[in-house]
């Protein structure tokens, strides 16, 4: 059993390889490959060592790209995506463990580890606008209220735009 257990974590650093596969490579910034997705919608997000950028994005104007770029280059400043891959890691891994003892305690665990990874997720974005905002300053506040989340619910992994522009309030 140990042996598939630990046969499924490398799958979690696969997955983000396979994903950044179907995008076209534009150009190398410093330690980031900064790739294209053919999305129309506005977005921009860190995989490892990648920055993803949408052709949504690039209809934006040079403050709002601005914006974004200061909020997603605060992610990979900070650490984020391999802070949160670690908590991932640790989470199934002992998620995993407990189903060798009871499947109804490994299941809370999961669920437990969902929760942590949504509630750190939501954390890690209020940080990254605070590090882009001390760059960027009202710009960002712009962008959040113009394209952030209005909505929230229990899989989402960022906090809606009102919260967001709240947590800058009290940089």
Do not use: C, W
């Amino acid at each position: 059993m140990n042996i598939f257990i630990f046969g499924l974590l490398p799958l979690l650093f696969i997955v983000d390889r396979l994903k950044i596969r179907k995008f076209r490579f534009l150009f190398n910034f410093h330690n980031l490959k900064v790739l294209l997705d053919d999305s129309t919608d506005i977005n921009a997000y860190i995989i490892g060592n990648n920055l993803v950028i949408t052709k949504g994005f690039l209809t934006l104007n040079k403050d709002e790209q601005k914006a974004i770029l200061a909020h997603e280059l605060a992610h990979v400043t900070l650490n984020h995506y391999n802070k949160l891959r670690s908590i991932i890691i640790i989470s199934l891994g002992v998620s995993f463990l407990l189903f060798q003892f009871n499947i109804f305690i490994s299941l809370i665990a999961l669920i437990f580890a969902f929760l942590l990874q949504n509630y750190i997720s939501k954390k890690q974005e209020i940080e990254a606008d605070r590090l882009a905002y001390r760059v960027v300053g009202d710009l960002l506040k712009n962008v959040i209220y113009k394209y952030g989340d209005n909505e929230i619910g229990l899989f989402s992994t960022h906090p809606n735009a009102d919260v967001r522009i709240k947590m800058l309030a009290t940089t």
